[in-house]
């Protein structure tokens, strides 16, 4: 019931404008990197997932070997960072937001609370309140955003 509550205020959390911003943003460009961590990268996983299908240059961000730098050390303005986190926010994926800033990419951020490290940097920032039940946080708002980000998107490029 909890998760059914998350998916009916979606809607008023995220606005037509922002949703038409973010997803001008990822028709233009060139390479989209989408990072999230521990318990956000399922979300990114599945974004990056959802992006490639729809043929884009799409990279997921996971810092593999401890390679978090190398793997956005080719971004540029003319790219997109998408940054998924929520509080605790993972340091690594502020320390890669500040690192897509300073090259100028775009930014995207999926987080919960507007002064999220996140939202200081971004261009669009979707605030998303998942539901909390024992210390477990469900993912169930955050990925209807990614799939209804990857088909808007698609529509809008079709």
């Known amino acids: 019931m909890v998760n059914a509550q998350v998916l009916q205020q979606l809607p008023v959390q995220i606005k037509n404008e ?13 390479n989209i990197y989408v990072i999230g961590l521990r318990r956000s990268f399922s979300v990114a996983s599945y974004l990056t997932y959802a992006l490639r299908h729809l043929e884009r240059r799409a990279f997921l961000i996971d810092g593999i070997g401890g390679m978090f730098s190398e793997q956005l050390s080719m971004v540029s303005p003319d790219d997109v960072v998408i940054a998924i986190s929520y509080s605790p926010y993972a340091q690594e994926v502020v320390e890669l937001v500040e690192l897509g800033a300073k090259r100028g990419a775009h930014h995207i951020a999926i ?41 808007s998107l698609a529509l809008a490029t079709e």
């Open 18 to 30: 922002q949703l038409d911003a973010a997803v001008n943003l990822l028709a233009k460009a060139d």
């Open 111 to 151: 987080t919960d609370s507007q002064v999220s490290p996140l939202a200081a940097f971004s261009e669009v920032c979707f605030v998303v309140r998942e539901a909390q039940v024992d210390g477990f946080r469900s993912q169930v708002a955050s990925m209807c955003l990614a799939q209804t980000l990857a088909v």
